[in-house]
């Protein structure tokens, strides 16, 4: 692996990742131009997301540990009769609406092949519509961007509606965190609320999917690049860091619009590149070499 080229994708998984253009929609793209495809790839792609899994865990690290308490004190309540639904804290209710949504999403992995596929299979037209997609959702949830509801106002609907929004999001160009946060506003969360639920939302959509992709991936014979795997990791943690604080930055300042408008360009330009390859049978690379 060359090492520019993974610095590169990893700048662009780590701002892509939380940023609401979608990550896996870039990192298509990005090898469409660059030639990396095959079992290569692959890894580069797991580790990269599991560089802006660890920026999850310290952006929210707060949250996070008081879903873990609250997941144990949950299962001492409910062997000692004191379990209620209705009088559950904020917290305790943000773990069961990330359980359910995440339960929702386990099926839907059954068909994976269906939404990955798209992903190097040398077309970027695909991604070039799902792009223009996850920007009809974020100039519609800047139209929902006044919610009030808290943690501890969140119900079962808001939970499986967030979730459905997360299985739309497999489709590379979708974004994961960007749907997921506008079904949050579209639910009436307030801004802060849907951002901190959308994206800890990830971490076990992101895990689990890394964890069975990466045992797969190791068990080939490609010879592997640790360090610069390793580079990719930090690099990308690093980026996604900065995206989350820049992400909840531009919400509270009703500025979630223009990502929109950056999908929307996005994706006409991703689409028009792939007409052209189509008609013309080069490669749209080979014009800008």
């Avoid at 979608?22 to 997301?49: R, W, Y």
């Avoid at 040398?122 to 961007?145: N, Q, R, Y």
């Avoid at 499986?160 to 946060?181: D, E, K, N, Y």
């Avoid at 860091?241 to 991703?270: E, M, P, Q």
Wanted: proline share 2%.
């Amino acid at each position: 692996m060359d090492y520019i080229t993974v610095i590169v994708q990893a700048i662009v998984q780590g701002l892509t990742e939380f940023l609401p253009v979608s990550s896996s929609g870039h990192l298509s793209v990005l090898q469409h131009l660059t030639g990396v495809d095959g079992e290569a790839a692959l890894i580069l792609s797991i580790v990269l997301h599991l560089g802006t899994l660890a920026a999850v865990f310290v952006a929210f690290w707060g949250t996070i540990w008081g879903m873990i308490k609250e997941f144990f004190l949950t299962i001492r309540d409910v062997f000692t009769g004191k379990f209620s639904w209705r009088g559950m804290n904020g917290t305790r209710r943000m773990m069961f609406m990330v359980i359910i949504a995440t339960l929702i999403l386990v099926p839907v992995y059954l068909f994976e092949e269906f939404f990955t596929g798209r992903q190097g299979d040398g077309d970027i037209i695909f991604e070039g519509a799902a792009f223009m997609f996850t920007a009809l959702l974020l100039f519609l949830s800047d139209k929902c961007s006044k919610g009030v509801k808290h943690g501890e106002d969140m119900t079962l609907k808001d939970g499986i509606t967030v979730g459905l929004f997360q299985c739309i999001a497999l489709f590379p160009g979708v974004s994961r965190s960007g749907s997921t946060t506008a079904a949050g506003l579209f639910c009436g969360l307030e801004k802060q609320t849907a951002v901190t639920f959308a994206f800890i939302l990830g971490i076990p959509a992101i895990l689990g999917g890394s964890v069975l992709e990466l045992g797969d991936a190791l068990q080939s014979d490609m010879q592997l690049d640790w360090v610069a795997l390793g580079i990719g990791f930090v690099v990308s943690a690093v980026v996604g860091f900065l995206a989350i604080k820049l992400v909840s930055w531009l919400l509270k300042k009703d500025r979630f619009k223009i990502f929109g408008i950056y999908t929307l360009l996005l994706g006409l330009a991703c689409v028009a590149a792939g007409v052209f390859e189509h008609v013309t049978g080069t490669p749209i690379i080979s014009l800008l070499a």
